[in-house]
């Protein structure tokens, strides 16, 4: 197989595409955003439940996409929470740097070295869109919007 | 190229023909390029860049302007295109055809210019579900300005569209029947004439939209009796931005102007402006003139390989492809109405259209994944979106192969 779906299709993200964690709807969210990406028609929701201290303590997505798509919103649920909003904020700002193939050097050792898997995507420009959706829509979520679109 | 010598080269030669496309002896990620996204635009020729090559190097300036020789060469250029593609469509006349920048604002045009005038609130339009986006969006722009009603007409599981039940979805408030020739992503030929017959019948027009049926067979609008016809010109081995309304003189009468501007009026003063006939009318502003040449030189170029030899040529490789792809585990065809073109969407069970697109491009195979802007036949199909493999009049047995190789490489990938 060709080096570069390998890396794109590793192990891990073919699990998280076929088991997603944290799937479904959460009753009590605070913070609810789809986001929607029209080249494709895939659409992720993302349920947040913020406590009055910002911290992120509960997270759940629903939605259909392609394995990328529904493993990065699966990987994202794992690691949101009971971080702050700020620390999500930049977990994402790590996220979006790892996946376009630059060096997320404001990611700590540990997130980078869990987001490694979805660094695949940078030899695909066409499917970036497809890792960022599910975080553009948590971002929504928490800026109080209710909908992200990448496009 | 010599266009004759295509007429005379028997039996037919695929890869003779591949060699006047430049762009398919590359590779893509160090793989032969297997280029199957026909549908969504077809490869040049050298014969159509030469041809605007040699126009925009030796005949060009405006048109239907100067009184200067080059404005004048270039004018009967441009009506020549325009008596070209009349023929290629059997038109009764070459007025009816008109320029515009593709098959979307050929639709769009008789939306605006035909159809809005006509419409009270309540006035029906009858439509498929297999409609592309082009010709869903110009009709909800109605509904939501003048309060039109949507008519839609379901295709059966092998996604075939009974004549019958356009029949039936029209009624005495219906103004217009919207209708695919071919759809992009099932490949169903609908049985045109029939449903115009049945449409006349109740005395309403039928738009078709034939940006992809324009492609694969011939296109007779006066035997069809077709009320307007869109086409698009990149689809048909001719460059980009330049498309075709046919719309029979009768109606283009009472048509209002869409864009205003240069040469499409015939008197403007400081009160008061009239229009010029048609197709000028509805031609404002500089067209694409350079495209317009490239265009004829396209269906020159279609006409001297052979609409009927293309066509079967794309016959046998699709039917070839969807046999085989069926033959493959958890691969499902949407689409298999009895006549239909060489359009094969299909999924690979448990492998989303991208996925599945994106490995297959590593393989050199190009084929779109995704709703093909027709999300209302994926809602119809209850899938998220489809692999689609379209053929072209260059495509062979050998790239057949290499869909199928690929797509088991996408099983291999998946588990």
């Known amino acids: 197989m060709d080096q570069g779906l390998r890396e794109l299709y590793q192990e891990i993200i073919l699990d998280h595409s076929r088991h997603p964690r944290h799937f479904g709807a959460l009753a009590d969210a605070s913070h609810v955003a789809e986001g929607f990406n029209p080249l494709c028609g895939d659409k992720v929701k993302i349920y947040l439940r913020v406590d009055a201290n910002d911290r992120i303590k509960d997270v759940s997505f629903e939605g259909r996409g392609c394995a990328i798509s529904v493993a990065s919103a699966s990987l994202m649920t794992e690691m949101l929470k009971g971080r702050s909003v700020a620390e999500a904020e930049e977990l994402m700002g790590g996220f979006l740097l790892l996946v376009k193939g630059e060096d997320a050097q404001t990611l700590d050792e540990d997130d980078r070295e869990r987001l490694e898997v979805m660094a695949g995507v940078s030899a695909f420009p066409m499917r970036v869109k497809c890792a960022t959706l599910a975080w553009h829509a948590m971002k929504a979520a928490l800026d109080g919007q209710v909908k992200a679109r990448t496009e | ?415």
């Open chain 2, 1 to 415: 190229m010599n266009v004759e010598s295509r007429i005379q080269s028997s039996p037919y030669d695929a890869a003779a023909l591949r060699r006047d496309f430049p762009i398919l002896a590359r590779e893509v990620h160090g793989k032969k390029l297997v280029y199957l996204d026909n549908a969504a635009s077809a490869q040049k020729p050298n014969y159509v860049l030469d041809a605007m090559n040699t126009f925009a190097t030796s005949e060009y300036a405006n048109v239907h302007r100067g009184v200067h020789y080059l404005s004048g060469a270039a004018t009967e250029r441009y009506e020549e295109a325009r008596v070209r593609v009349q023929k290629f469509l059997n038109a009764g006349h070459s007025d009816e055809i008109i320029f515009t920048r593709g098959g979307t604002e050929a639709m769009n045009l008789v939306s605006y210019a035909y159809l809005a005038p006509l419409i009270q609130p309540g006035d029906e339009i009858v439509l498929t579900v297999m409609e592309h986006h082009s010709n869903i969006v110009p009709w909800h722009f109605l509904r939501e300005r003048q309060g039109a009603v949507l008519k839609w007409v379901e295709v059966s599981d092998l996604g075939e569209l009974d004549p019958a039940d356009v029949a039936k979805a029209i009624g005495p408030k219906t103004k217009l029947v919207a209708i695919s020739h071919m759809s992009n992503v099932l490949g169903t030929k609908t049985a045109l004439g029939e449903v115009v017959r049945l449409a006349h019948a109740k005395g309403v027009p039928v738009l078709a939209d034939g940006c992809q049926g324009a492609v694969h067979g011939v296109v007779d609008v006066q035997a069809l009796d077709v009320d307007f016809y869109a086409l698009t010109g990149h689809k048909l081995y001719g460059p980009t931005g330049i498309g075709v309304l046919y719309a029979k003189r009768k109606h283009l009468k009472g048509m209002r102007p869409f864009l205003g501007g240069g040469e499409m009026i015939r008197e403007v003063t400081k009160e008061n402006v009239t229009y010029a006939d048609a197709p000028m009318r509805f031609e404002a502003g500089t067209p694409a003139i350079i495209e317009a040449v490239g265009l004829a030189a396209a269906l020159d170029y279609i006409d001297g390989v052979g609409r009927e030899r293309i066509e079967a040529h794309e016959q046998s490789l699709a039917r070839m492809a969807a046999k085989r792809l069926k033959e493959l585990n958890g691969v499902r065809i949407i689409g298999e109405a009895r006549d239909k073109g060489p359009i094969i969407s299909f999924e690979a069970i448990g492998i989303h259209a991208h996925d599945l697109a994106t490995i297959l491009d590593r393989e050199g195979v190009a084929v779109r994944g995704g709703h093909h802007c027709a999300q209302p036949l994926m809602e119809r199909f209850n899938v998220s979106g489809t692999a689609r493999a379209s053929f072209a009049l260059y495509n062979t047995p050998a790239e057949v192969d290499a869909l199928i190789a690929a797509v088991q490489e996408a099983r291999k990938v998946f588990g």
